[in-house]
């Protein structure tokens, strides 16, 4: 082991704090709820601190929103800290993907002429960067800019490569997967060469070429159901185990085929119940929210088999950003007047 890692100390805090997560009995609760409702019962739990400190300044799902996004940085921080060695490098790593969801927050912001405050609203501080970059983004008066102001960051090349084909086309999805191929590229570029295909580091890859996986196997799915003329390339994320450029562009314009391929592949037992749901299903949602639970499923099958490992902090991220994503669909769907049924289709539940 490397000097300074201490797997097993992070992994016991995170054990600690994955007992507190919202269990799907919570969430039926918080379906019943008005949001007044589930505010108050948001401050006898785990967001306490976060709805007193902001309780002042905001209110409704506002307040909600805000004390969401502060709770999961305060989170991903406390493990930061407690983190050392080579289990830190890894963590502070994968957290970028904050930082790429914040990037892809500010350029939707910007691309649909959204408020300030309402961007503002949806970033989560537990990233790379800081608070004045963070301003600096808000403040930027259009997406050039953004562009301008990520050089010198992982995603600088990336976003300038596409931003060309974002101004032939006026849609975002070049620079949007400019930000996730960046993203992905530094973290399979950090692990580099694994030599022992049973160590710590080969199931750390093991993970990140998962989720790559599942992530390519989404964008594929929604191209292939939107009917959309673009080329399946576009969305394309190098580094995952199931698929190559040119065979999941072939696939995309055949979804019984492509749900057969998933089926036949090492992902199959893992997500049945996501292609059941897809072939019953007429919408995507319920089959992306069953991907997601076999995300969470999958991960949580590496924690049990590798506890000494970074994959069991992995999976508790996992479970936490879909604990957020879960309150804050229900607190929108309150606001938007969803019905509970509406509301419980956009939940991720196990």
């Keep these: 082991m490397d000097g300074g890692s201490n797997p097993e100390y992070?992994?016991?805090?995170?054990?600690?704090?994955?007992?507190?997560?919202?269990?799907?009995?919570?969430?039926?609760?918080?379906?019943?709820?008005?949001?007044?409702?589930?505010?108050?019962?948001?401050?006898?739990t785990e967001y306490e601190a976060e709805m007193n400190a902001l309780g002042s300044r905001y209110s409704g799902v506002d307040l909600i929103e805000y004390a969401l996004n502060r709770n999961l940085a305060k989170h991903f921080e406390d493990i930061l800290g407690w983190s050392?060695?080579?289990?830190?490098?890894?963590?502070?790593a994968y957290?970028?993907?904050?930082?790429?969801?914040?990037?892809?927050?500010?350029?939707?912001?910007?691309?649909?002429e959204s408020p300030r405050d309402e961007i503002e609203a949806d970033l989560i501080r537990a990233g790379e960067f800081d608070d004045e970059f963070l301003s600096q983004l808000l403040d930027a008066q259009d997406?050039?800019?953004?562009?301008?102001?990520?050089?010198?960051?992982?995603?600088?090349?990336?976003?300038?490569?596409?931003f060309g084909q974002y101004q032939e086309s006026n849609v975002l999805v070049p620079l949007e997967n400019a930000v996730d191929r960046a993203f992905y590229e530094h973290l399979l570029d950090d692990v580099g060469t694994v030599e022992e295909p049973t160590s710590p580091t080969a199931m750390y890859l093991e993970f990140l070429q998962a989720e790559i996986d599942f992530r390519n196997v989404r964008n594929a799915l929604r191209l292939s159901r939107s009917g959309a003329d673009m080329d399946p390339a576009e969305y394309f994320i190098e580094g995952g185990r199931l698929f190559d450029e040119t065979e999941l562009s072939a696939l995309v314009t055949n979804t019984d085929e492509l749900v057969a391929r998933i089926r036949d592949s090492?992902?199959?037992?893992?997500?049945?119940?996501?292609?059941?749901?897809l072939e019953e299903a007429e919408s995507l949602i319920g089959f992306e929210n069953?991907?997601?639970?076999?995300?969470?499923?999958?991960?949580?099958?590496?924690?049990?088999?590798?506890?000494?490992?970074?994959?069991?902090?992995?999976?508790y991220i996992i479970a936490k950003e879909r604990e957020i994503d879960n309150i804050r669909a229900i607190a929108r769907g309150k606001e938007a007047g969803l019905s509970e049924d509406e509301i419980e289709a956009e939940l991720v539940t196990i």
Excluded: C
């Design 10 to 44: 992070v992994n016991a805090r995170v054990r600690a704090r994955r007992a507190k997560l919202y269990d799907d009995e919570d969430y039926r609760k918080l379906v019943r709820m008005g949001t007044g409702e589930i505010a108050r019962y948001m401050e006898e």
């Design 84 to 92: 050392g060695g080579r289990i830190y490098d890894q963590l502070a």
């Design 95 to 112: 957290l970028r993907k904050f930082d790429a969801w914040n990037l892809k927050t500010v350029l939707r912001g910007l691309y649909a």
């Design 143 to 162: 997406i050039e800019n953004v562009v301008e102001l990520s050089e010198g960051t992982i995603f600088g090349q990336g976003l300038e490569d596409a």
């Design 266 to 277: 090492t992902y199959g037992d893992e997500l049945s119940t996501a292609l059941n749901e």
């Design 290 to 315: 069953a991907l997601d639970a076999a995300l969470q499923e999958y991960a949580d099958h590496f924690s049990n088999s590798f506890p000494i490992s970074i994959t069991p902090i992995l999976a």
